[in-house]
């Protein structure tokens, strides 16, 4: 069974940085695409980033561009999220995602697997 687990989310000033972290466990890393989507209340869920299996290619929501960067390590199984200049509107559950299918596969919401989410909330 493939578990998700995400840690590291907390409380931050508006300015500051935070890096979230998912380790996959009882499936293969590697033939995964990793991504972070992230929920505020009362909106949907929505793709902020992912990655493709190798680590080479990179997605970011517009939103997020330039601030968010996603990296993985294969040899660890896990996947990060350093997110800096956070705003206020960065303020959300972030939930790690797996996909067997691509990046395309991910960003229509085709996800095989989701961590259980972490609190991220931006204090202005």
């Known amino acids: 069974q493939v578990q998700l687990v995400e840690s590291g989310g907390g409380l931050v000033q508006a300015g500051g940085s935070l890096r979230v972290s998912c380790a996959v466990s009882?499936?293969?890393?590697?033939?995964?695409?990793m991504g972070w989507f992230r929920q505020a209340p009362g909106k949907e869920r929505e793709l902020v980033t992912a990655?493709?299996?190798?680590?080479?290619?990179?997605h970011y929501a517009d939103s997020v561009k330039g601030r968010f960067t996603i990296s993985r390590d294969n040899t660890k199984s896990t996947v990060y999220l350093q997110m800096n200049s956070l705003k206020p509107e960065d303020t959300a559950v972030y939930y790690c995602?797996?996909?067997?299918?691509?990046?395309?596969?991910?960003?229509?919401?085709?996800?095989?697997?989701w961590g259980q989410g972490t609190q991220v909330t931006v204090s202005s």
């Open positions: 009882g499936g293969t890393f590697s033939s995964y695409v």
């Open positions: 995602a797996a996909s067997r299918g691509f990046i395309a596969t991910m960003r229509a919401r085709g996800v095989d697997y």
């Open positions: 990655i493709n299996k190798d680590g080479n290619y990179r």
